[in-house]
């Protein structure tokens, strides 16, 4: 079976392409401008804050870096080949989307690590003070995973 990437693929890959550029543009700025403990205070609760996670969701699983890169190399197959099942453009594009974010937060932890293979830390820098602060890739991830499953939901089949 051969893959049509020159329609059924070229927004889905796409779209992760930008969030994963998206994603690693911003954590190298974060990483250059607050360095040394800097905040900037934008509204209400939200601030920017750099923050490096060795763990997972919620810094939960600290220490567990290689396995958490494994685990999501596994999801990122997954959700590609549930991607490759759907005839709804819209679920193809979010996973995507998706699969950019997963794969952001997996070079982080590539390719910022000092600590072996798949030991770095993920930047993360969106502090709204009374949530743990994350970064624009754990965004995508979680709101393409609520549109994913809405989508389903909605049309009754099984897009996630």
């Given at each position: 079976m051969q893959a049509d990437w020159s329609g059924r693929w070229t927004m889905p890959a796409l779209a992760g392409v930008v969030v994963l550029?998206?994603?690693?543009?911003?954590?190298?700025?974060?990483?250059?401008?607050?360095?040394?403990?800097?905040?900037?205070?934008?509204?209400?609760t939200l601030r920017l804050r750099l923050v490096e996670n060795t763990g997972a969701a919620f810094s939960q699983g600290e220490g567990l870096g290689p396995l958490i890169g494994l685990l999501v190399l596994g999801v990122v197959v997954v959700l590609a080949r549930i991607g490759a099942k759907t005839a709804d453009p819209l679920a193809r594009v979010t996973v995507g989307a998706v699969i950019g974010g997963a794969l952001g937060n997996l070079?982080?932890?590539?390719?910022?690590?000092?600590?072996?293979?798949?030991?770095?830390?993920?930047?993360?820098?969106?502090?709204?003070?009374?949530?743990?602060?994350?970064?624009?890739?754990?965004?995508?991830?979680?709101?393409?995973?609520?549109?994913?499953?809405?989508?389903g939901n909605q049309r009754g089949e099984h897009t996630a």
């Open positions: 550029t998206l994603d690693q543009l911003t954590k190298r700025w974060a990483l250059d401008f607050l360095r040394d403990g800097r905040t900037v205070d934008l509204f209400w070079f982080d932890r590539a390719f910022r690590s000092d600590g072996g293979l798949l030991g770095g830390a993920v930047v993360d820098f969106i502090d709204l003070q009374w949530w743990p602060v994350f970064n624009l890739a754990d965004s995508v991830v979680v709101v393409g995973a609520v549109v994913i499953l809405w989508l």
